[in-house]
């Protein structure tokens, strides 16, 4: 995977990588999210994005909104737990006008009381909508369980309470600590020469003062195992179950990574999707997920099914990881495996917008990207005494926090 590094005195960098196409994907990444909220601020990391959109020095919502759209691109952001994400899609022709945009809304909003109060309704209004979805709403229980008391565990968008109570100063104490030129990588997939990329980034960049590397993050506590059943009006159950995993930096991730393909990753044919779904017919949805943070990862399962086949949907996914703790992959099963999940992983690469992303944050964690054919090489290096080893550590119900939406009984009858 080709790609060059420039980065600005001021500690800010930019990545390119190198495609011969007419449409250009660009991103900006910074490293704040809602982990790095304060307590009683939940939400905040994802109300500054929302408003950055609204009002700068120079131009107002509709400037903004319009200074792509009006040319045929494509704006867009999002907040994760550890980012904050700008990123857009156009023709090459508009790179400097997306990177003046990006400098503008990212460093110059300026956050008027006005648009606070209108966005804060939107948000509330996602929130209830969020709740509204059980199968979202479980996935930010659980993980306010797993991580309980710590910043990891609390909602992205923030609770109606907290929302209701973030001010513009906030807004800016946050933006001061966290947009910070050390923090931020811009990503740009595009066919340009380098000098061009080099003097943007100087012309649009280059001014920022230049401030601290490091980050420093409060690790959260080992979570216990429990279980916690909760009524809801609702039609079906809804269960997840899973911990604490593998941060991004674990000598085993890419063997978890594998093992979670294997078990109810992407596709139809993973073993819980095979056994649950298709043998027995108990759920529409059922999949795994491992995703890992810079000191930690979160490994769950999720299932939906009809209250009265829930408790047998249960004992069938012990029964497959059961299998997995007992049973050492055999050669041909593992090479299966792995074929998958490269194969999986190579075709994620055509999504270009994805792919600059993913490079830019691995650039932000690691200060390196893996190339494709790195990335392959640790998948293929797995053994079957790893993935046994996982399986006995991490694929214990015993060992996990689960969380079961019931339906309430005025909703059986």
Do not use: W
Not at 109 to 120: C, D, L, M
């Amino acid at each position: 995977m080709e790609y060059q590094v420039y980065t600005l005195p001021n500690g800010l960098r930019l990545l390119h990588h190198p495609v011969n196409s007419n449409i250009t994907h660009c991103c900006i990444v910074i490293n704040a999210g809602s982990r790095d909220e304060k307590p009683g601020q939940d939400g905040l990391a994802h109300f500054i994005e929302h408003l950055i959109f609204k009002h700068t020095k120079r131009r107002n919502t509709s400037q903004i909104l319009n200074r792509l759209e009006l040319v045929g691109a494509d704006l867009n952001a999002y907040t994760t737990k550890e980012y904050t994400c700008v990123h857009a899609s156009f023709l090459n022709e508009h790179l400097e006008r997306t990177l003046d945009l990006f400098e503008d809304i990212v460093f110059h909003s300026t956050f008027p009381e006005n648009e606070i109060e209108k966005e804060r309704g939107v948000i509330l209004d996602e929130i209830a909508s969020y709740l509204d979805q059980p199968e979202e709403a479980i996935q930010d229980d659980f993980e306010g369980l797993l991580f309980e008391g710590h910043s990891m565990g609390c909602n992205i968008l923030g609770a109606p309470e907290s929302v209701s109570a973030l001010s513009q100063q906030n807004i800016k104490d946050f933006i001061a600590e966290n947009y910070l030129p050390s923090q931020i990588v811009i990503g740009v997939s595009g066919k340009y020469p380098p000098a061009k990329l080099t003097k943007l980034a100087e012309k649009y960049f280059g001014h920022l003062a230049s401030s601290v590397p490091d980050k420093k993050r409060v690790a959260p506590p080992v979570s216990k195992p429990q279980l916690v059943k909760a009524a809801k009006p609702i039609n079906q159950t809804h269960c997840i179950m899973g911990l604490q995993a593998y941060p991004s930096n674990h000598p085993l991730k890419s063997a978890l990574l594998l093992l979670n393909n294997l078990l109810g990753g992407m596709g139809m044919s993973s073993r819980l999707n095979m056994e649950i779904r298709e043998k027995y017919g108990i759920a529409y949805t059922i999949e795994s997920s491992y995703v890992p943070f810079t000191d930690t990862g979160i490994f769950n399962i999720y299932f939906g099914t009809d209250a009265e086949k829930a408790e047998r949907a249960l004992k069938l996914v012990g029964k497959e990881l059961k299998k997995l703790r007992d049973n050492k992959l055999g050669t041909i099963q593992l090479q299966q495996a792995k074929q998958k999940f490269c194969g999986q992983i190579a075709l994620a690469e055509e999504g270009r917008m994805s792919l600059v992303i993913s490079m830019t944050k691995s650039l932000l964690d690691f200060n390196r990207v893996d190339s494709l054919d790195e990335v392959m090489a640790k998948i293929n290096a797995v053994t079957a005494d790893e993935l046994l080893e996982i399986s006995n550590e991490l694929l214990d119900e015993s060992k996990m926090v689960t969380l079961i939406f019931e339906p309430e009984e005025e909703t059986k009858s």
